[in-house]
């Protein structure tokens, strides 16, 4: 009959990552949640704009300040945020 106790040889570690592929991937989530954040002004604005200039909830003003704050200094990137908003605004 075979011994039912586990194998004692040591599992193979995964293998380790360099600096340069940890870097490239914490860019690359960085820039997926850069890209998600901005896109949720599109449905949000509404509630932006009441906690921004009529006193509403505070926490979605102050969520999107680090928006705001780049689409003021970074004229293109102000430019095309403005622009994706103007497409959930009715008119």
């Given at each position: 009959m075979s011994d039912p106790s586990p194998s004692t040889a040591p599992l193979p570690s995964p293998p380790r990552r360099s600096w340069r592929q940890?870097?490239?991937?914490l860019c690359l989530r960085l820039t997926i949640y850069w890209v998600l954040y901005t896109l949720s002004i599109g449905p949000m604005f509404w509630y932006w704009f009441e906690a921004h200039y009529i006193g509403g909830e505070?926490?979605?003003?102050?969520?999107?300040?680090?928006?705001?704050?780049?689409?003021?200094h970074v004229k293109p990137y102000g430019d095309m945020v403005n622009w994706y908003i103007n497409l959930w605004i009715l008119k």
């Open positions: 940890r870097l490239r991937r505070r926490w979605i003003a102050a969520f999107y300040y680090p928006l705001l704050f780049v689409c003021d």
